[in-house]
């Protein structure tokens, strides 16, 4: 019961006996009305308390560690390279030409890739790019859409491992050396040396941490 109420009562009670003879003596009367004088200051004091504090800041939700969600840290990037150049050839196999040819220092292409946190140490990734023929507006590698590559995998402190149509440890290995990255003026792209099969499809690879400066990758 609050305060206002008792003291209410109690008001209440020195008025009844007030009102019936005989039933308090004038002491009591006195000694009632101080008590209740004093409770009245004493619920003054208190109301002016509460209206001077200040107002008690808003709860703030508690923060809950938890293993981070499939969504955390996404991302998705948006990508693309367009190479189209003019070509005059003279005595070549197909005699003096003038074209429009597309892929001239690299390949042209579009693709996407990005990722996601699975748990605290793990994340999936994923990567699928397509070849275009500028001059042409058709896919390259065949006419596939994603013919460049397809993938989808996990990565963590323990290496990456990544499955679908991937390019081959030997052809990146040789790239990585090609300052023409296989373009016009490139000892792969003119026959001079040969990088092997460049893609395989439904393929398993697994690239370790790099260990003391030393990688390794593999291919099923």
């Given at each position: 019961m609050k305060l206002k109420q008792i003291a209410f009562a109690l008001a209440s009670v020195g008025t009844l006996l007030t009102t019936v003879p005989g039933v308090a003596q004038a002491g009591e009367l006195e000694e009632m009305k101080a008590m209740l004088q004093k409770l009245q200051s004493r619920i003054d004091q208190l109301e002016s308390?509460?209206?001077?504090a200040p107002a008690a800041p808003a709860a703030t939700p508690a923060v809950v560690a938890g293993k981070p969600s499939l969504l955390?840290?996404?991302?998705?990037?948006?990508?693309?390279?367009?190479?189209?150049?003019?070509?005059?050839?003279?005595?070549?196999?197909?005699?003096?030409?003038l074209a429009l040819e597309s892929g001239g220092m690299n390949?042209?292409?579009?693709?996407?890739?990005g990722g996601a946190d699975?748990?605290?140490?793990?994340?999936?990734?994923?990567?699928?790019e397509g070849g275009v023929f500028i001059n042409k507006g058709s896919s390259a590698q065949g006419g596939l859409l994603f013919g460049r590559q397809a993938y989808a995998g996990v990565e963590s402190k323990f290496g990456t491992f990544t499955a679908g149509r991937q390019?081959?440890?030997?052809?990146?290995m040789v790239l990585?050396?090609?300052?023409?990255?296989?373009?016009?003026?490139s000892p792969t792209n003119s026959g001079q040396f040969s990088a092997g099969t460049t893609r395989y499809d439904s393929?398993?690879?697994y690239q370790?941490?790099?260990l003391k400066g030393f990688k390794a990758t593999a291919m099923a």
């Open positions: 308390q509460k209206a001077a955390n840290n996404s991302n998705v990037t948006l990508y693309g390279k367009i190479d189209v150049f003019t070509e005059y050839d003279t005595r070549g196999s197909q005699g003096t030409r390949g042209s292409r579009w693709g996407v890739k699975i748990s605290q140490e793990l994340r999936g990734i994923f990567q699928v390019y081959s440890p030997f052809y990146n990585s050396f090609d300052p023409f990255e296989q373009g016009y003026g393929s398993l690879v370790s941490p790099v």
